[in-house]
């Protein structure tokens, strides 16, 4: 076995990876393409470049990304170090001076006698990983060549490429005397039924799918709403790569009053249980947690400004104090299914030789990259010395978030830190800042024997 670790990508994943393991005393090779070659995206020489928002979001505990930066600051994260010194007023958010930030970063890196950058564009990785250990840290615009390579070594036909995601809510925040629990066309079959059967049948039925109705006026107004909305500008290179299979919902509704009450809102299969009548159209909510907490927006792909989702969506009776998780997002992202590949250590499950690390896992977020590129490294540390690896509290969000991204789902998308992944707490709380502010204790709390 080689004794030193092999990265793959500089970016923040890759960076914070390279930090730990030197910190550990293992020697690293760091490989980046830049200066050689730059993705579309990218533009700056230094390692560590930050591309979009120079905010890493709010610092308050009472954030779910705000309680990840404290847990890898207890841990001595590198980036979120150097954000906290890179910082510029943002108010109750962590933002960086994105030069300064990779600039500091990079100084840190190249400066480290444990750790060789290598300027260079790496294709295959299997003889890499033959006899040592590798982290690819390649992000969302990981090269076409690798991207081959990496499809070869998972047994995958292609990565997954997503263009547009619909929006998370939490399950508390629907309005249960409008919504519903059901499957469709399930109430089709049992049109015998007394009211009365086929009401506490509804009861006992499974949690999978929540459905929200709508009666013609109601759909009117958000539609109305939807098609008028704001949108997020694409790139370029994005834009040439949009897709008909994931078309996001504000485009299809634009295509004809009732395409969505033919498409993805469809009402057919379900009576409201209120009126015992078939809605105008209905909305479904599909389960995204193991444990429930959780749901994805059925067929609500989107390109909406993140306000604009909040405002139109909150229109769909049962979801007018919906919390939000994860808004929906529209862009180029290569990832990896790694429900059915890693294990909650970011590590291949058919080759333990091999670590992933950030967005190309299925994390989306800065500060969430930067989680999965210290639990890899850690445990690519763990692995080199013949020791067992180290999975974190899913109590913790770096626990819950490798969690996440390691359990099986057949409709895995990306996912950024919130509270809904987190275990539910033993007791009931409604102030929604206490109850955030109590899981951040808790989650603290169990990230202490980790702190090694």
């Known amino acids: 076995m080689k004794d030193y670790i092999t990265v793959i990508g500089a970016g923040l994943a890759g960076c914070e990876s390279a930090y730990q393991i030197a910190k550990r005393g293992i020697k690293v090779k760091l490989y980046d393409m830049k200066p050689l070659k730059y993705t579309p995206a990218h533009n700056n020489k230094n390692l560590a470049e930050i591309v979009c928002s120079n905010s890493f979001k709010s610092n308050l505990l009472t954030n779910a990304c705000g309680l990840l930066k404290e847990e890898l600051r207890y841990l001595d994260s590198l980036l979120i170090k150097i954000a906290d010194e890179t910082q510029v007023p943002a108010g109750q958010a962590l933002a960086v001076d994105r030069e300064l930030f990779s600039e500091k970063v990079t100084k840190e890196i190249e400066q480290n006698p444990l750790i060789e950058v290598v300027h260079e564009e790496v294709t295959e990785i299997e003889k890499m ?21 990496i499809s070869k070594i998972t047994g995958q036909d292609k990565l997954y490429f997503y263009d547009a995601a619909a929006p998370i809510i939490t399950k508390e925040s629907i309005n249960f005397n ?20 086929w009401k506490e049948r509804l009861k006992a039925q499974d949690d999978s799918y929540i459905n929200l109705p709508m009666d013609q006026q109601e759909y009117e107004k958000f539609y109305n709403e939807l098609i008028n909305a704001e949108i997020v500008t694409l790139h370029d290179f994005e834009k040439r790569e949009i897709f ?17 009450r033919y498409g993805p809102l469809k009402p057919v299969g379900f009576d409201d249980p209120r009126t015992i009548k078939r809605s105008y159209a209905i909305v479904q909510l599909r389960q ?10 059925v067929g609500f792909q989107t390109n909406l400004k993140y306000g604009e989702q909040k405002r139109v969506f909150s229109l769909i009776p049962g979801m007018e104090n919906a919390e939000f998780v994860k808004y929906g997002v529209m862009h180029r992202n290569t990832y990896i299914n790694s429900t059915k590949l890693l294990d909650n250590t970011y590590n291949l499950k058919s080759n333990n030789n091999i670590f992933f690390a950030g967005q190309i896992t299925g994390v989306e977020g800065y500060v969430e990259s930067i989680s999965s590129g210290l639990v890899a490294s850690i445990n690519a540390c763990k692995k080199l010395k013949n020791e067992e690896k180290i999975s974190f509290p899913n109590l913790t969000m770096i626990g819950a978030l490798a969690e996440y ?19 539910e707490l033993k007791i009931r709380i409604k102030d929604k800042k206490v109850k955030y502010l109590t899981l951040a204790e808790r989650a603290l709390e169990a990230l202490k024997d980790k702190k090694n």
């Open 288 to 297: 995204d947690n193991k444990n429930g907490s959780i749901y994805n927006m």
């Open 178 to 197: 409008i919504a519903f629990f059901g499957n469709r066309y399930e109430q089709e079959k049992q049109k015998k039924e007394t009211e009365q059967e």
């Open 244 to 260: 008909e299979g994931c078309m996001p919902i504000e485009i299809m509704a634009k295509r004809g009053k009732d395409t969505l």
């Open 129 to 149: 990983s033959q006899d040592g250990i590798v982290i690819i840290a390649t992000g969302p615009l990981t090269s076409s060549k690798l991207a081959d390579n």
């Open 405 to 423: 991204i390691s359990t099986a789902n057949e409709k895995f998308q990306p996912m950024n830190a919130n509270f809904g992944i987190l275990p």
